[in-house]
Every structure is written in structure tokens, then in C-alpha cells.
């Protein structure tokens, strides 16, 4: 294209090149020379509509026409030199914190590797004392059952003894009885038809007091005669039967409410007490395990469950070195840490890997809990999600969106949708070592 066409006011080039000294072509970007200070970019549709574009055009050359706008590049230089300056001690205070945060991940790390492997020591010690309790126990309930074996319906309690040897005794007499009876029934039978026929046969013309009175007295037996036949409902023998079901342990049964370990100890003082003659041994019932067995099983138990809490904890430590804490695993120095400050008249709160919170006018509102983490536009931003329902409205939610700083800070929120937070704030996290930082300045608008 010929020269004599470049900033003629009149738009030839479709990306608008050749006009970038007018307002000609709208997509054209105005060049100002910003003498003194950066050059800058304006839109072209800005150029000559009479204001001044200082925060791209310090030196006002956007306004040539009228020549409205005397260059303030001086005052925009030393204050963009002091802005910078701050940033820049910022950003090196903020790269020391970062440096530490990233060690302090490295330790974390460690940490956790360390309590990973001193968890599989105690695992597989735990697993070998299983093992011999196991063995134990086999070994105890053999000896149980062997004891059992040995000494079938022994030992019952001296005064039961007694009294099944009474009772014997009175089945016997009960025996000896019944059949005495029976013998007397017969006899009073035969008794009975003798009188019978003595009553249907005697001569009343004989005068014979000693047959008469005999009659008489019969008759009056019989009238007074009970009939009543007496039903035998229990017997010694039935007695002696109940007897022989007896096992000593049911006296055994207060020790059901007392605690356990209490139980086995009690056991244990019996079995002591057996073995040194104080007390009579018992006879065991068939389910009832030994005060040994018990206490084996007791540790047995325990040890299970010691395995069960380190295979957790294990498999969650494991789990925890898969996770993503960033580059660098950096945010792993920071897993437990909170965040908080007072923004007009509630306190924020946000926890990495944790919750959101508003606390304030007598209220604390769950804002959420964390979701994820990105990097986006050299920061970083959490996202809190399903935090509590609001009054009338949505599940409250958060986004924190934080920017290169010496320290961790909350320093705006806004609640820019009803109960959906943002806050922003700064974190030595998202400092970079800027080499490739940008020589010019470009409108944020657009
Ligand atoms: C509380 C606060 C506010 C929120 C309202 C919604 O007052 O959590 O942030 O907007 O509830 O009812």
C-alpha cells in the first residue's frame, strides 16, 4: 500500500494497520509513544473523542486534534515506578513464603511416608500376635474340650449329693410302701366279700350278737368308706431325674451383668482358688468357655480390631500421597490451615481442604465445603460447594480467588448472586518469578 495512505483518516487495511494514528478504522489499535514512561495501545474509536485516555495515553497524544490533554507521563511514571516497587517487594516476600511453603510440603510428605511405614511395622506385628493368638486359643478350647471329656457330670456340690441319696432313699421306702398298700387293698377285698356273704347268708333267727355286731360294724365302715382315689402326680424317681439335669455353672450366673474383663478376672481368681484347693471345681457347661479361652479371645478381639484401624489408616494415608495438593504439592503445607478475616459486618472464613463459613448477626451460614481447586490467570481459585440452603433461596455456595501476596489474607467478599460468595483475597501460592512480565499496557476492558 502506498505511504502516503498510513494515517490519512481514511480505514484501507480490513485489520485497520494502516490507520493506527486516527480514529478511522474502529478495530485499530492508537499507538501512543507515552514518552517518559510505557508506550500503549488504544482503541482507535477512543483517538480525538475528546477525553483523555491517561491510564493508556499519559502523554494525551489521543487527543491531538484539539490538543486537549498535556502529558502527565511524569506523575504516571513515579507512581507506576512506587506501584511497582511495592509489587515487586511483595512479590519477592511472597516467593520466600512459597519457598517455605513448598519444604514444609516436602516435610509433610515425608511425614506422612514415615507414618505409613511405622503404621506396616505395628500392622505386621499386630498380624504376628494375631497369629499366636490364634494357635493360643486352638490350644485352650482343645484343652476345654478335653477337661470336658474328662470329667462328665463330676463335681456337683456336696448338699446335692446328700440329697440325691435321701431321695433314694424315700424312692425306696416309696416303693416298699406302694407295695404294701396294694398287699392291704387285696386283703381288704377278700375282707370285704367274706362280710359280704357273711351279710347276705347269716340266719337272723339266730340270736348271735358276736355275727350281728360284726354286720354292724362292717356296714358302718362301708357308709363311712372315702372313695376318693388319690392321683399320684410326682415321684422321687421324677425328683432324681430333675437332680441329675442340675449343672453347678447356673449358680455361675451373676457374673452375665458384670463387665467382662471383670468376669475373666473373677475366672481367673476361681480357677486360682480351685488349683489351691480352696474351692471344689466345678463341672462346665457345655458352651462355657474357660476364664483362658475367654481372656485369649478377649486379646484375640483387640488385636483385630488394632489391625482393622491401622489397615485404615493406612489405606487413607496412602491415599492422601495420591492426592492432588498442586505443583510442587505445595497446598499440602497448608491442608489444615484457615483463613479468616472481618468484612464489614460478618467474619469469612475458608479452609483449604475444609469449609467456607459467614459468621455474624447471631448466625454462622456453612458457605460450603471445599470442591476443587485451578489456576487460572495467574490465580487461584476454590470453589466451596453445597454449603447451607438460604432463607427463600439457593444452596449457598463460594468461590475464593486469590493473588500473589506476602501472606495468606481475605481481602474483599461480595455476594454478587444471592447466598453465592466471592472472596478474594492474596496467597504466597500463586507468586511466580515473573521474567516474562509484559513491556506494554493493553486496555483490561477489553
Ligand atoms: C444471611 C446472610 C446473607 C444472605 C442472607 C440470605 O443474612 O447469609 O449473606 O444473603 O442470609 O437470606
Known amino acids: 500500500m502506498d ?28 499507538y501512543c509513544e507515552n514518552k517518559g514512561h510505557i508506550p500503549g495501545y488504544l482503541p482507535a474509536n477512543r483517538v480525538n473523542d475528546g477525553n483523555c485516555d491517561y491510564n493508556i495515553c499519559c502523554d494525551g497524544s489521543d487527543e491531538w486534534k484539539l490538543n486537549l490533554c498535556p502529558s502527565k507521563c511524569q506523575e504516571v511514571h513515579a507512581e507506576y515506578l512506587k506501584a511497582k516497587e511495592i509489587e515487586e517487594r511483595q512479590l519477592a516476600e511472597g516467593l520466600k513464603v512459597k519457598k517455605q511453603l513448598i519444604d514444609q510440603a516436602k516435610q509433610a510428605r515425608v511425614q506422612v511416608e514415615k507414618e505409613i511405614s511405622d503404621k ?18 486352638k490350644e485352650a478350647l482343645k484343652e476345654d474340650e478335653e477337661q470336658r471329656k474328662n470329667n462328665p457330670g463330676a463335681l456337683i456340690p456336696e448338699p446335692i449329693t446328700e440329697a440325691k441319696k435321701l431321695l433314694l432313699q424315700v424312692h425306696k421306702e416309696e416303693e416298699i410302701l406302694l407295695n404294701r398298700i396294694s398287699e392291704l387293698e387285696s386283703q381288704c377285698g377278700h375282707l370285704n ?14 340270736n348271735d350278737p358276736a355275727v350281728k355286731g360284726a354286720i354292724r360294724e362292717w356296714e358302718e365302715i362301708q357308709g363311712n368308706r372315702d372313695n376318693k382315689v388319690v392321683e399320684r402326680t410326682a415321684s422321687a424317681q421324677q425328683v432324681l431325674q430333675k437332680l441329675d439335669e442340675y ?4 449358680s455361675n450366673e451373676y457374673n452375665s451383668w458384670l463387665p467382662e474383663v471383670v468376669s475373666v478376672k473373677l475366672e481367673e481368681l476361681r480357677d486360682w482358688l480351685v488349683s489351691q484347693g480352696i474351692l471344689a471345681a466345678r463341672k462346665r457347661r457345655a458352651n462355657q468357655e474357660s476364664s483362658q479361652v475367654k481372656s485369649i479371645r478377649l486379646a484375640l478381639e483387640a488385636v483385630e480390631r488394632d489391625i482393622n484401624d491401622l489397615s485404615n489408616s493406612i489405606t487413607g494415608l496412602q491415599e492422601d500421597l495420591t492426592k492432588d495438593y498442586g505443583e510442587n504439592e505445595i497446598l499440602r503445607a497448608l491442608k489444615n490451615e484457615c483463613i479468616k ?20 448477626k447471631g448466625h454462622h451460614s456453612n458457605l460450603g465445603t471445599f470442591d476443587r481447586f485451578f489456576f487460572e490467570d495467574g490465580k487461584m481459585v476454590i470453589n466451596y460447594e453445597n454449603g447451607a440452603r438460604c432463607w427463600n433461596g439457593p444452596i449457598r455456595r463460594a468461590v475464593v480467588e486469590l493473588t500473589c501476596g506476602p501472606s495468606h489474607e481475605i481481602i474483599t467478599v461480595s455476594e454478587p448472586e444471592k447466598c453465592e460468595y466471592h472472596i478474594k483475597g492474596l496467597s504466597p501460592v500463586v507468586c511466580k518469578d515473573k521474567s516474562e512480565d509484559s513491556s506494554t499496557i493493553v486496555d483490561s476492558d477489553q
Open 193 to 206: 366279700k367274706v362280710l359280704e356273704a357273711l351279710k347276705e347268708n347269716y340266719n337272723p333267727n339266730f
Open 3 to 30: 505511504f502516503a495512505k498510513v494515517n490519512d483518516d481514511y480505514c484501507d487495511c480490513p485489520d485497520g494497520s494502516d490507520e493506527p494514528g486516527t480514529g478511522a478504522c474502529s478495530q485499530a489499535l492508537f
Open 247 to 250: 449343672e453347678p455353672e447356673s
Open 120 to 137: 506396616q511395622t505395628q500392622l505386621s506385628e499386630k498380624r504376628q500376635a494375631q497369629g499366636i493368638y490364634e494357635a493360643q486359643l
Open 341 to 360: 478475616n472481618k468484612i464489614a459486618e460478618y467474619d469469612y472464613e475458608f479452609c483449604f481442604y475444609g469449609k467456607a463459613s459467614q459468621n455474624g
